[in-house]
């Protein structure tokens, strides 16, 4: 087995076996390094107690990123999105957008939202079986035809999308989040800043549009987030214009790839275990407990990132201020010191205490939104094809922070 600093890592130079399971070198690094000191100068954490204590310290540990993604992007579009939106900020900046959309995702309008879900759900599922029908028993894909479809339609009934100009969401989400991969191709940059532009234009047009028709302030987020705070201590506060128009585009992006992630990894992990499937299908009490177990054990983001504010110390390694640290949130979900047995797939797993939608401040505010999708996608599915089963390898893309399948071609068995 290696021995402690040799366990050779690199974020930026990542090989296809790495994007096909990293669970290993996580591991590894888990046993021998788990404060892995980078070439870059940053340290990457892989113990859940480690990620915990960075996630619970915002004043430490911040999420800013205005000096780190300067070299990334320069002076571009990119840059501009990504140290405006939610994610990536600090208070109060963050609390004031935060306030603003968790108000329109309370438990209670949520709850609001599963009639309409469950009958989209249904649509794709009829879908997919007419499909599969015409084409001579061709299959069908869970990713394209399933998974992707859900969270579009959600984040855009949310926004109050228009039907017709849903289209090209996909391409701008996958776009604008390929750009935060470790290392940015010229076409990726180029890609996700043309995509930004796009998205913003017609942005443009929508709020122009809502502030002249405004939507129910309750339940439309956009509403809410341009007419800002309407009573308590915060009434009157507003956003400016690029934080309008960021975080527009950030609800799409969180609510978007991440939830196609889980969709198509619940899926596809339960036809990869038989017997969790089957053990679901006979106890459908179950689904849940396995939506939090594929969100453990095949966590949608994978990685996250925050900066030392001063000097700091995790996992007895001592910390300069300015240090970048990436919490591999793929590797705290399967450390031993919290989850038994952690490389077994048990949708009945209880307690889980998973990382999958970060801690602390800046804990998902969709991650309500998130479970109810997942949970009625793969609740609905088995029902209607409980004997599915894949019909070749499903592809992945080459991305480290998000942790999905491209593609997963699929046999419909009634």
């Not at 602390?360 to 969709?366: L, N, S, T």
Request: include cysteine.
């Amino acid at each position: 087995m290696p021995e402690p600093s040799t366990v050779p890592f690199d974020l930026r130079h990542l090989d296809a076996g790495f994007y096909a399971d990293p669970y290993p070198v996580y591991r590894a690094l888990r046993e021998h390094e788990p404060v892995k000191r980078l070439p870059d100068g940053g340290v990457l954490l892989t113990r859940w107690a480690d990620c915990v204590q960075v996630y619970k310290n915002a004043a430490l540990f911040a999420s800013d990123k205005t000096r780190e993604f300067r070299p990334k992007y320069g002076d571009s579009l990119l840059y501009e999105h990504h140290t405006t939106s939610l994610v990536f900020n600090d208070p109060p900046r963050h609390t004031r957008v935060r306030r603003l959309i968790a108000g329109a995702l309370t438990p209670k309008a949520i709850a609001a939202m599963e009639p309409a879900l469950a009958a989209l759900v249904d649509r794709l599922i009829v879908a997919m079986g007419e499909k599969h029908a015409t084409a001579a028993g061709r299959p069908v894909d869970l990713i394209a035809d399933f998974a992707s479809a859900i969270p579009i339609e959600v984040i855009g009934n949310l926004l109050g999308v228009p039907q017709a100009d849903r289209g090209p969401l996909r391409g701008w989400s996958l776009a604008i989040l390929g750009a935060l991969e470790p290392v940015v191709t010229p076409a990726a940059f180029e890609w996700g800043n043309r995509s930004l532009r796009e998205f913003i234009a017609y942005l443009e047009g929508l709020i122009a549009d809502r502030r002249a028709h405004p939507g129910d302030y309750d339940r439309d987020v956009l509403t809410r987030l341009i007419e800002g705070e309407r009573e308590g201590e915060f009434a009157g506060e507003m956003l400016s214009a690029p934080e309008l128009l960021h975080n527009c585009i950030f609800l799409l992006n969180a609510g978007h790839e991440t939830t196609t992630n889980l969709i198509g990894n619940a899926l596809v992990a339960l036809a990869q275990h038989p017997g969790e499937r089957r053990r679901l299908i006979d106890e459908p009490g179950l689904l849940r407990t396995a939506v939090e177990e594929v969100l453990r054990y095949e966590s949608s983001n994978q990685l996250g990132n925050r900066i030392t504010t001063a000097a700091a110390e995790v996992g007895g390694v001592a910390l300069a201020p300015g240090t970048s640290i990436t919490l591999c949130i793929g590797a705290a979900n399967r450390d031993p010191e919290q989850f038994a047995d952690p490389e077994r797939f048990d949708i009945a797993r209880s307690p889980n205490r998973h990382l999958a939608f970060g801690s602390g401040i800046h804990q998902c505010a969709g991650m309500g939104l998130a479970r109810l999708e997942g949970a009625i996608a793969v609740g609905r599915f088995l029902t209607r094809f409980p004997r599915y089963r894949l019909s070749g390898a499903p592809e992945r893309g080459a991305r480290a922070r998000f942790r999905g399948f491209t593609a997963a071609p699929c046999i419909l068995e009634p």
